[in-house]
């Protein structure tokens, strides 16, 4: 599946200038299963990397721009009387898609939050006492302004366990913005991106980053680092357990992006600081990556670990 891999990365690099590590990431958390959460100022191409997902596998994108006023409802669809039929219809709401786009999320309210944690979690909606099941596969890309807090309201951490990867997609450099400059010229538009591999390829891909050999000895590492959190005089609540199977599947997919079917320490380093970092509430004003990458310094490597 290498050629499926290269060839959804150039896509996406046809419209996002300069942002490999970040298309990686999110491509890191669409092939482990999970969900990613862009914490970054407006302007920098966060709606941008959703469409241009969604064209390049060929999914349906559906956009939810959140306010305090956006209701459950409006999220997961609703019934509605058909006078013709003389019964009640569904209305599919914006999750039934294969990219959401969840903008500004923590401008809803905690009601509506809610709403998406049953989707998020377990791939279907539950309207009236019937479960509906969203397509496959199905990837929420929600982002936040990290900068602004007036009016919003701040995603609980059973919220924030349900993303796999946070992350930042950051000001581009000079250079970098300069190439932005000259692809607008070029009129490289995220309409004008052909689909480079299918809905049924996402899902093998799946499969197969789910079975990246992971070992006992890497297993306790990662175990090591997770169970240092609980501990941490600078960190109030540590990572929950589900956050240590989000480490282990996110591993996987960074090992598979590197066409290996084997994890290794290197592998969890690069990729723990955005899979734990907001799964932290943290004293002192500390900053909770800073504190993942002390405490990843902190964790000796076994040496059969290093050697493999």
Not at 29 to 50: C, F, I, M, R, Y
Not at 94 to 120: G, H, K, Y
Not at 180 to 208: F, H
Not at 298 to 305: G, I, R, W
């Amino acid at each position: 599946m290498r050629d499926k891999i290269v060839a959804l990365t150039d896509n996406l690099s046809r419209t996002i200038v300069g942002k490999e590590k970040p298309i990686r990431l999110v491509m890191v958390a669409l092939l482990s299963g999970g969900h990613a959460l862009l914490e970054d100022v407006p302007g920098v191409g966060k709606t941008l990397l959703a469409k241009s997902l969604a064209r390049s596998i060929n999914g349906r994108f559906q956009r939810v721009q959140c306010t305090p006023d956006l209701l459950p409802t409006d999220v997961t669809g609703t019934n509605i009387w058909n006078p013709n039929s003389r019964e009640f219809e569904f209305l599919p709401g914006p999750v039934f898609a294969n990219v959401l786009l969840a903008d500004e999320i923590n401008r809803a309210t905690p009601r509506t939050q809610s709403a998406l944690l049953e989707v998020m979690e377990e791939k279907q909606v539950t309207v009236d006492g019937e479960a509906r099941q969203v397509p496959k596969p199905f990837f929420v890309i929600a982002t936040q302004n990290p900068v602004e807090y007036q009016g919003t309201f701040p995603l609980p951490e059973a919220q924030m366990d349900r993303f796999t990867i946070s992350l930042s997609m950051g000001y581009p450099s000079e250079a970098e913005e300069l190439q932005m400059l000259q692809k607008q010229l070029q009129r490289v538009k995220v309409e004008e991106l052909e689909p480079c591999i299918s809905l049924e390829d996402v899902q093998e891909l799946q499969r197969l980053t789910s079975l990246v050999k992971v070992t006992p000895s890497l297993q306790q590492y990662m175990l090591s680092i997770v169970r240092a959190t609980r501990t941490d005089d600078d960190i109030s609540l540590g990572v929950s357990p589900r956050g240590t199977v989000a480490l282990q599947r996110a591993t996987q997919a960074v090992a598979f992006l590197q066409e290996r079917d084997y994890a290794t320490p290197d592998d969890v380093k690069y990729v723990a600081p955005h899979v734990l970092s907001h799964r932290l509430i943290v004293a002192n004003g500390r900053q909770p990556q800073a504190i993942i990458e002390r405490l990843l310094r902190s964790q000796a490597v076994e040496p059969e670990l290093m050697a493999a």
